[in-house]
């Protein structure tokens, strides 16, 4: 099969999507398949290097650090996109993992040339255009019309003004929906979205798992209990609230935070002066899965606002248990984990439910009786698993 993943962002942007995506391509890849990737290009020092199963799609950077950019949906996209991929063998199937532009982009090109598609739900678009605006309504009232405007004759117009009537119109011109989690794939189909939907999670590569274990301790290595916090330094992920529970806590602990954003300036303001905490930045894959399995736990902070939630699941299937915020995340996961109780409670209900879970975890851990996570899971999150429930989808569209 030839399949072309349509996305909002170039793969080689910071994000759990883009992450979930290479892995993807590679294990399709692997199975034989052929996977063109169709993305806005990348603007600035991190714009990744000239790739053959790349469209880079003319494009304007969105933010200030030109990490993240945009392309504009309409016919002169389409006459680019359609030139680009006459080089390439072609097309059996589109494989929409976008919210936007890249959305809009890919149902665009599947109905000019009558092809199925299997679109990937990544977003939770109500909750994260929320964390970020106090006018998420009138935005979401825009968004809605941009794809009414973009999608005119392609699919379906689904009516309405929040977040749901958007994802509605977007599931209108798909054969099948995937999402990545149990929890999310309900709601999707409790509000109409599309029925029923495939869950699929998003992996981890078995490879640089295998190695990652191998070059882990056999027993844990002494000194004080170790976190870990990773992500993108945004609203949702709720990074400035967990670093004032981490102080406001005394935990005696290390944390190590990994990633950029926005708000890095104002999470090293939190903490400064205070000893065992460590800002990393960017860190390759690789890099990363090592300092998951290093530590002794885990710390995810964002509440609602994750369709699955990578970084627990990388966690557990290294053998590192998590602090989770968010119910839906910890009931997926099952076990191995610290709750976080007050989520559906005030910030200042949930900061004490954060703050009373870092003292539990951190003497659960110096007392060598911290939760392990389950091995179900572990094995259950290899990519290759993951690929080949993917293969079954694209399968049974093209069969259909």
Not at 9 to 28: C, D, I, N, T, Y
Not at 116 to 129: A, E, F
């Amino acid at each position: 099969m030839h399949i072309v993943f349509f996305g909002d962002q170039h793969l080689g942007s910071l994000g759990g999507a883009q992450v979930s995506m290479r892995l993807q391509r590679e294990f399709l890849e692997r199975a034989g398949h052929t996977v063109t990737v169709v993305a806005p290009k990348m603007h600035g020092p991190r714009a990744a290097a000239p790739d053959p199963a790349y469209i880079d799609l003319p494009s304007m950077p969105i933010t200030v650090d030109r990490e993240y950019s945009m392309s504009l949906p309409g016919r002169a996209t389409d006459r680019f996109l359609d030139r680009a991929l006459t080089r390439r063998p072609p097309v059996d199937l589109v494989h929409v993992q976008a919210d936007f532009w890249g959305a809009f982009i890919g149902h665009r090109y599947a109905a000019r040339h009558g092809l199925p598609v299997v679109h990937t739900m990544h977003n939770r678009v109500d909750v994260g255009i929320q964390a970020v605006t106090p006018l998420h309504r009138p935005v979401l009232a825009v968004l809605n019309a941009w794809r009414r405007g973009a999608l005119r004759g392609v699919a379906e117009s689904a009516s309405g003004h929040d977040g749901w009537a958007f994802l509605r119109g977007l599931a209108a011109g798909a054969d099948a929906v995937t999402a990545p989690s149990t929890h999310f794939a309900r709601r999707l189909e409790e509000h109409g979205v599309f029925s029923p939907v495939d869950v699929i999670w998003n992996g981890i590569d078995d490879d640089v798992r295998a190695e990652t274990l191998a070059g882990a301790p056999v027993t844990r290595e002494p000194g004080r209990p170790r976190f870990v916090w990773l992500g993108r330094m945004s609203p949702e992920k709720r990074l400035l609230p967990f670093l004032e529970a981490f102080v406001a806590s005394g935990v005696d602990a290390d944390l190590e935070i990994i990633g950029g954003g926005g708000q890095k300036a104002a999470a090293e303001k939190i903490v400064a002066g205070l000893p065992g905490v460590r800002f990393a930045g960017r860190l390759s894959y690789p890099q990363t899965l090592a300092r998951i399995a290093a530590a002794d736990a885990l710390v995810q902070t964002s509440i609602g606002f994750e369709t699955q939630g990578m970084t627990p699941f990388e966690a557990a299937t290294l053998g590192t248990p998590s602090v989770i915020c968010d119910p839906d995340i910890a009931a997926e996961l099952g076990g191995g984990l610290w709750a976080v109780p007050g989520a559906e409670g005030t910030e200042a209900q949930r900061t004490a439910g954060l703050i009373e879970t870092l003292r539990r975890a951190a003497s659960d851990i110096a007392n060598g009786t911290a939760p392990v996570p389950s091995k179900e899971v572990a094995e259950a999150f290899r990519q290759s698993s993951r690929t080949a429930a993917m293969i079954e989808v694209y399968e049974r569209v093209l069969a259909g």
